[in-house]
């Protein structure tokens, strides 16, 4: 069956503009988290879905937003970019609504910011 | 909340040589830890995991071993293959109802 899909892979945005991430989970798959990857911080928790309702929120400004929706797809937005989002936006589904559970990943969208 | 360290950060081993990264964590009610794999342009693999109720767990050549008391669990790879270079991450969950926090990542590096 299909994996976790993102969309898009790369994306060049200039400072102060915003961005839409998509993430489309497993089939079946109710439960949504979106981590950010840095080399130097590794991945950082940005929030966790399930059934449209956010569970979880990292320590992240509110420049950065998402949402689910009742197909289980998942958006992430971040307003007014700087040059310090730049990462890789990784999407992760899983079937239970627990944490305790193996995630799949999607591989990610690779967001440059000039 | 829960801390999660990882070392080392780079690893190099010679073919069919065994590797070990270690992990350490904050939260003593953690009792979910996964290991991920991420290859070049890909995103992270599950490839093992445990639960806080066992104290190894074996899957070919990889195993990982738990010690609650001391709040460190390892991962272990035998006999090394080139394709088992990547980036490894370990992670832990103190409760089904927060978020993994992941190790920053060993580089693992296979040299034939």
């Known amino acids: 069956k299909a994996g976790v899909t993102q969309t898009p892979r790369y994306l060049i945005k200039t400072r102060g503009q915003q961005v839409t991430l998509s993430c489309s989970p497993i089939s079946g798959h109710r439960s949504v988290s979106w981590y950010q990857q840095t080399p130097g911080q590794g991945l950082q928790f940005l929030f966790e879905?399930?059934?449209?309702?956010?569970?979880n929120k990292g320590n992240f400004p509110g420049r950065f937003s998402g949402r689910q929706f009742s197909n289980s797809r998942s958006e992430m937005n971040v307003s007014t970019l700087e040059l310090g989002d730049s990462a890789l936006y990784l999407c992760?589904?899983?079937?239970?609504?627990?944490?305790?559970?193996?995630?799949?990943f999607g591989s990610g969208t690779r967001l440059t910011v000039v | 909340g829960e801390n999660v360290e990882q070392h080392p950060s780079t690893l190099s081993v010679q073919e069919g040589d065994s590797a070990v990264i270690k992990c350490t964590y904050s939260?003593?009610?953690?009792?979910?830890f996964p290991w991920y794999k991420q290859e070049l342009g890909k995103g992270p693999q599950l490839i093992i995991d445990i639960r806080s109720n066992v104290g190894e767990k074996k899957d070919q050549r990889i195993a990982v071993t738990l010690n609650k008391t001391a709040k460190h669990f390892s991962l272990h790879i035998t006999e090394t293959q080139p394709e088992d270079s990547a980036v490894y991450f370990c992670?832990?969950?103190?409760?089904?109802?927060?978020?993994?926090?992941f190790g920053k990542g060993t580089r693992l590096s296979v040299i034939a």
């Open positions: 992760a589904s899983s079937p239970r609504q627990t944490t305790n559970y193996g995630y799949t």
């Open positions: 939260d003593s009610a953690s009792n979910y």
């Open positions: 992670a832990a969950s103190s409760s089904g109802n927060t978020p993994l926090v």
């Open positions: 879905y399930f059934s449209e309702t956010q569970r």
